[in-house]
């Protein structure tokens, strides 16, 4: 069974900078794009940022578009997301997800990861 294991949240004042980490356990699989998410209290989730596995193609929501940078290291099969000049719209739980597919959708979910931006 695979496992994607966020961490790297935390509280940070605005202006601020987080860096988060996915890991991803469990047996070998195979993905396409990974993704991370974000869910703030009394919203829906949000896509913030992709990036293809093979081709390291990354797509952001314009909402964080300049602010943060998604990366992922293949051989420790890890995914980050480097957030900088963080606003408090920005506090949420942040998800990560694999789609194994193209035109799938994302379907292995870690447990998330609180970030919360004072101001």
């Known amino acids: 069974q695979v496992q994607l294991v966020e961490s790297g949240g935390g509280l940070v004042q605005a202006g601020g900078s987080l860096r988060l980490s996915c890991a991803a356990s469990g047996r070998t699989f195979s993905r396409y794009r990974m993704g991370w998410f974000r869910q703030a209290p009394g919203k829906e989730r949000e896509s913030v940022a992709a990036?293809?596995?093979?081709?390291?193609?990354?797509e952001y929501a314009d909402s964080v578009k300049g602010r943060f940078t998604i990366s992922r290291d293949i051989a420790e099969n890890m995914v980050y997301l480097q957030m900088n000049s963080l606003k408090p719209e920005d506090t949420a739980i942040y998800y990560c997800?694999?789609?194994?597919?193209?035109?799938?959708?994302?379907?292995?979910w870690g447990q998330g990861t609180q970030v919360t931006v004072s101001s």
């Open positions: 997800a694999a789609q194994r597919r193209n035109l799938v959708p994302y379907d292995i």
């Open positions: 990036i293809t596995w093979t081709a390291g193609r990354t």
